[in-house]
């Protein structure tokens, strides 16, 4: 997989855009170093790294449809994704609203053949906060992100439906934000939550016993960067038992709303 030239994509402009990125970045197989992600990764606009986005793949083919149930416009090549992502779009909207929390301004999906991350390599997707529009890698460049990982154990499409939940959560979440976050967990314990969330109880059984039971449910260690970044799968499972074990767990999610949270450590300790 070579590595493009963002010089040529990037203007000046755009490197000085100011906009959170969400994005969800697994290694591509025989990526170099370089082209690593190390797991789950959020840019938050202030970050001194240089933000931008990088997507390809043909739009040919692509129409736009807008979701019946919700103010959320898909656009992707065939109209199964297109529904396949409106129906991830309404369960994602189910599960924030038992918390009070919806949808501010229409959203937008984008179902690529390829979503890169700016400075490395294939992603999952991402959120562009700046467009309010969600790219997602097609179902059918998935398989080679999600080898060797957790994830590979699940069946494809509830997995890839789970994933088009959690780019949605970080769409909402970001559109109810009253104060930004300033971790790269902050971003992700809600998403990661309800991705797992979204999935049947039997498939997500089948993630969680990937991992051993005492550490996930060890709620005193807070989550952190680190942890996000070089495990996101555990950072994943810890966030969801983190969030169902909680009295309320809606109470932790509209926290997030208002700024950093007690179980999230801060960016630097
Ligand atoms: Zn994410």
């Not at 992502?85 to 690529?112: E, W």
């Not at 959120?127 to 969600?134: G, I, M, P, S």
């Amino acid at each position: 997989m070579s590595r493009p030239d963002f010089s040529s994509y990037a203007s000046a402009t755009a490197l000085q855009t100011a906009f959170v990125l969400l994005a969800l970045c697994l290694p591509a197989p025989n990526a170099s170093a370089n082209e690593t992600c190390g797991g789950d990764y959020v840019c938050i606009a202030d970050d001194a790294a240089v933000v931008t986005v990088w997507a390809a793949g043909s739009a040919s083919l692509a129409a736009q449809q807008l979701c019946a149930e919700a103010p959320v416009s898909v656009t992707a090549d065939s109209a199964g994704e297109r529904h396949l992502a409106c129906s991830a779009a309404s369960d994602a909207l189910r599960l924030l609203a038992r918390c009070q929390i919806s949808l501010r301004r229409p959203l937008h999906v984008h179902i690529m053949s390829e979503v890169r991350h700016p400075f490395s390599g294939a992603i999952f997707g991402l959120l562009d906060t700046k467009q309010e529009r969600v790219l997602i890698t097609q179902e059918a460049n998935i398989p080679s992100l999600v080898k060797d990982t957790p994830y590979a154990k699940l069946p494809q499409r509830d997995f890839y439906r789970s994933l088009i939940v959690h780019e949605i959560v970080h769409g909402i979440m970001h559109q109810n934000l009253k104060r930004r976050a300033t971790s790269h967990a902050a971003y992700e314990y809600p998403a990661y939550a309800l991705q797992l969330e979204s999935l049947t109880p039997d498939l997500r059984d089948q993630f969680l016993q990937s991992f051993d039971q005492t550490s996930i449910e060890t709620n005193s260690i807070l989550f952190n960067d680190p942890v996000l970044f070089f495990d996101p799968y555990f950072f994943a499972a810890r966030a969801y038992h983190h969030f169902k074990a909680s009295p309320n767990g809606c109470a932790h999610l509209t926290a997030l709303l208002e700024g950093d949270v007690a179980f999230i450590a801060p960016p630097h300790m």
